[in-house]
């Protein structure tokens, strides 16, 4: 049991909070660092926290042809990257937000309201989630892990305030919903905390796990990684992880103990990961 965990308590529970990856475009290397995680760590619930799928092929904006994979080719994408996290941890509870990208299927249906009544076209049902038994939440919902710590994928339509930078967007959306938050959206890894009259407060943007050159963008300000948290009824702790690309080489240190991509990934023996050597 961690430090951590000995002080919330016995009824510490672990969660761990899967960011954007915009399926297709997902990086396999940085996905299997989480996989990893999740697989040595076992932890109670998991949260993908919006945008997992990517919904190029329907959005509004013009698209480049050599892209255009099919839609049924990025679903069947994320069912299989589902059916990989339930074996890497079969007894934890899963959760998926809708974020902006899964919006554009809503999007897609009003643009074409003589399809909107199918309730086969339905995002939960179109993702086949029921099916993966993951709970599946509207942009509307409010998606509590405790009393005190809320998740959303962190756009605009979900009550969050956006900046351009590192961590402001966690200050202005802590600033406006006045209460501790993780989120994605941003694609990247920053913390804001703050101490009012009701106690201490923090936002967590979360990264991202999508490829950091995408196509439309060059260089931009982004970050792999994923978060971890432990909380008990009203406590918790909030670790973000960052995932370091060092030549190919992916790999992430966790709770101490270091996690890397199944290609580098010999410290891994029989489910467990050993520390790096002291040097």
């Not at 038994?133 to 405790?146: A, F, L, P, S, T």
């Not at 351009?164 to 802590?174: E, F, H, I, V």
């Not at 909030?238 to 995932?243: C, F, G």
Request: charged letters at 25%; a positive charge; glycine letters at 6%.
């Amino acid at each position: 049991m961690s430090l951590e965990s000995k002080l919330l308590g016995t009824k510490t529970k672990h969660a761990v909070i899967i960011p954007d990856l915009h399926v297709p475009y997902q990086d396999e290397k940085a996905l299997q660092v989480v996989e990893n995680y999740i697989k040595d760590t076992q932890p109670d619930a998991i949260y993908q926290i919006g945008d997992m799928y990517d919904f190029y092929s329907i959005s509004r904006f013009d698209k480049d042809p050599s892209r255009l994979e099919t839609l049924q080719d990025e679903i069947d994408v994320g069912y299989d990257i589902w059916q990989r996290i339930k074996k890497a941890s079969p007894d934890s509870e899963l959760h998926h937000l809708t974020g902006n990208h899964e919006v554009r299927l809503k999007k897609y249906l009003w643009r074409h309201p003589e399809l909107h009544s199918l309730k086969a076209l339905k995002l939960d049902n179109v993702l086949r989630l029921k099916e993966l038994g993951v709970n599946h939440y509207d942009v509307e919902d409010v998606v509590y892990i405790n009393k005190n710590l809320i998740v959303t994928h962190g756009a605009n339509d979900d009550g969050c305030k956006l900046s351009q930078y590192s961590g402001y967007s966690a200050k202005n959306t802590l600033d406006k919903t006045g209460i501790s938050g993780i989120s994605g959206h941003t694609h990247r890894l920053a913390s804001h905390f703050s101490r009012k009259l009701g106690g201490q407060l923090e936002w967590h943007e979360s990264g991202c796990l999508c490829s950091l050159d995408p196509d439309y963008v060059k260089k931009p300000n982004w970050q792999q990684g994923f978060t971890r948290v432990l909380f008990n009824q009203k406590q918790f702790d909030i670790s973000l992880v960052k995932i370091h690309n060092f030549h190919g080489k992916y790999w992430a240190v966790a709770d101490g103990k270091v996690y890397k991509d199944n290609m580098h990934n010999k410290s891994v023996r029989n489910g467990k990961v050993s520390r790096p050597a002291n040097k």
